[in-house]
């Protein structure tokens, strides 16, 4: 099994719709991060979390929300889907020495 | 101006041909990660740099703090090297910052 599993793989969605994409660790890091990839740009961080209970905004939070619901699980949902979140996102988790690992992304498409 | 710049952006080798791709930033960094991206999409952490030289098979990657520069070196390049090379550094407290990526495509 991979280390950081993101589910779904690939999802189309339609305007409007609430979407969740999940993210669960075996690597018993407590870092956790979702970011963002479009084409051209480098990934971007939308929500990151240091420990359950712990939440903190990246630089493209708005239209997002996140769940830390366990140290090994971190979901990302947007509320009200809209055509320019459609990307590629990837959760990742890091350890005390800044050792990063991915999942393998979640290509979301809002129509 | 990118707080990541990365050159070039796309790069085609011949089988066996050394690969330098390189990676400037212009901010004070704590660490430089290389990260590799296969055409499937996941994303692979290379190298965590601090300083001086990290060597891993085939692949070397350095940094010159004082110059803001960083460099993936891939030796005898094979067409399975053939992704997409991520450059990010690390900002205290807790961010990073990417690069855009280096398209390599190697060929038999």
């Known amino acids: 099994d991979a280390d950081v599993t993101q589910t779904p793989r690939n999802r189309i969605t339609k305007t409007g719709k609430r979407i969740m994409l999940e993210c669960s660790q075996t690597?018993?890091?407590?870092?956790m991060y979702w970011y963002r990839q479009d084409p051209g740009l480098g990934l971007r961080l939308i929500y990151y979390?240091?420990?359950?209970?712990?939440?903190n905004k990246g630089e493209i939070s708005d239209g997002y929300s996140v769940s830390r619901q366990a140290q090994a699980k971190f979901s990302l949902s947007l509320e009200s889907a809209i055509p320019n979140q459609t990307a590629l996102y990837f959760c990742?988790?890091?350890?005390?020495?800044?050792?990063?690992?991915f999942g393998s992304g979640t290509r979301l498409t809002v129509v | 101006k990118n707080e990541v710049e990365q050159s070039p952006q796309n790069l085609t080798a011949q089988e066996g041909e050394f690969i330098t791709i390189n990676c400037s930033y212009s901010v004070g960094i704590s660490a430089l990660h290389w990260l590799q991206q296969h055409p499937g999409g996941g994303i692979v952490s290379l190298f965590m740099l601090s300083s001086g030289k990290k060597k891993h098979g085939r692949l070397i990657a350095t940094i010159n703090i004082q110059e803001k520069h960083s460099s993936l070196h891939i030796t005898a390049s094979h067409p399975r090297d053939s992704a997409v090379y991520i450059c990010?550094?690390?900002?205290?407290?807790?961010?990073?910052?990417f690069g855009t990526g280096t398209r390599l495509q190697v060929f038999p």
């Open positions: 990742a988790t890091s350890d005390h020495r800044d050792r990063y690992t």
């Open positions: 979390s240091f420990d359950v209970k712990d939440i």
């Open positions: 990010a550094v690390r900002l205290n407290p807790d961010k990073l910052i």
């Open positions: 690597k018993g890091h407590d870092r």
